[in-house]
């Protein structure tokens, strides 16, 4: 259980209050019914700058009120990149490492995720990726069988992940991906699992926003963030929304 978070074109107020608010939701973003408050068990930021990754840092500890947590969002204000995403970790597969620490980045692929996978040991690799996997989450295995399925067939492989998912236990497949030429965000919930229907969960905390700033800007993230000027939509559940870098242009489908 995570909060995950993307900004592409914003202006460096709005990318700067939005890095700031969303690393607040450690302390203070909604949590699952029972479940211990906040999401404090890792942070991750990442950047692309003209097609390419140019930032990743994270740290298996609370976002809120961390000076390396700031220090890395000053650092991305300044830079002005082309796409910046994060992600604040409530772990619920894997231990407290750095392993497990998100967003997963290899080559030019960068990918966070939101939800757990019971059983996804039942997703084969191939004996490359198993070589990569440094963690023990379900959450880099998923990003791994994903690059396989990319380098395979681009415009097919979500689609295909998603399948593998869905024939599994799960909680929610929320994710952000990019190659730094297209950002994917995609909102997967098992609507049919018990403790979600009977907490209420696909409303309440399964959510992913997309937020539309001025001319063209675009912010995504698990929660609204109070920023003027930004038009919060929310994508359905089984909704995923292709967002091109260079022209920010957005296209919305259910899978």
Same mark, same amino acid.
């Given at each position: 259980m995570c909060r995950i978070?993307?900004?592409?074109?914003? *202006?460096?107020?709005?990318?700067?209050?939005?890095?700031?608010?969303?690393?607040?939701?450690?302390?203070?973003?909604?949590?699952?019914?029972?479940?211990?408050?906040?999401?404090? *068990?890792?942070?991750?930021?990442?950047?692309?700058?003209?097609?390419?990754?140019v930032l990743l840092d994270k740290e298996p500890a609370s976002a809120a009120k961390n000076p390396g947590f700031e220090a890395i969002?000053?650092?991305?204000?300044e830079a002005k990149p *082309?796409?910046?995403?994060?992600?604040?970790?409530?772990?619920?597969?894997?231990?407290l490492a750095l392993e497990n620490t998100q967003p997963y980045s290899?080559?030019?692929?960068?990918?966070?995720?939101?939800?757990?996978?019971?059983n996804f040991e039942k997703i084969s690799l191939n004996s490359e990726s198993f070589k990569l996997r440094k963690g023990?989450?379900?959450?880099?295995?998923?990003?791994?069988?994903l690059r396989e399925l990319f380098l395979q067939n681009p415009?097919?492989?979500?689609?295909?992940?998603?399948k593998e998912v869905r024939g599994l236990d799960y909680s929610a497949f929320i994710i952000l991906f990019s190659n730094g030429?297209?950002?994917?965000?995609?909102?997967?919930?098992?609507?049919?699992?018990?403790?979600?229907?009977?907490?209420?969960?696909? *409303?309440?905390?399964?959510?992913?926003?997309?937020?539309?700033?001025?001319?063209?800007?675009?912010l995504i993230c698990s929660e609204k963030l109070d920023l003027p000027g930004v038009i919060w939509?929310?994508?359905?559940n089984h909704e995923l929304a292709e967002i091109e870098l260079g022209t920010r242009t957005i296209s919305r489908s259910m899978v």
């Open positions: 978070f993307a900004a592409l074109g914003t *202006d460096d107020a709005t990318l700067q209050s939005a890095l700031t608010q969303f690393g607040n939701l450690a302390e203070v973003g909604k949590v699952r019914l029972g479940s211990p408050p906040g999401h404090k *068990d890792g942070w991750g930021l990442a950047s692309y700058t003209n097609g390419l990754p969002a000053q650092k991305l204000v *082309d796409l910046t995403m994060g992600h604040l970790r409530k772990a619920s597969v894997g231990s290899f080559e030019n692929l960068t990918f966070c995720h939101n939800g757990t996978i019971q023990t989450s379900d959450s880099e295995w998923l990003f791994l069988r415009s097919k492989s979500l689609e295909q992940l998603l030429k297209t950002l994917w965000a995609l909102r997967e919930v098992n609507e049919e699992e018990s403790s979600i229907k009977k907490e209420g969960a696909l *409303d309440s905390y399964y959510t992913l926003f997309l937020g539309i700033v001025g001319k063209g800007a675009v939509t929310p994508l359905h």
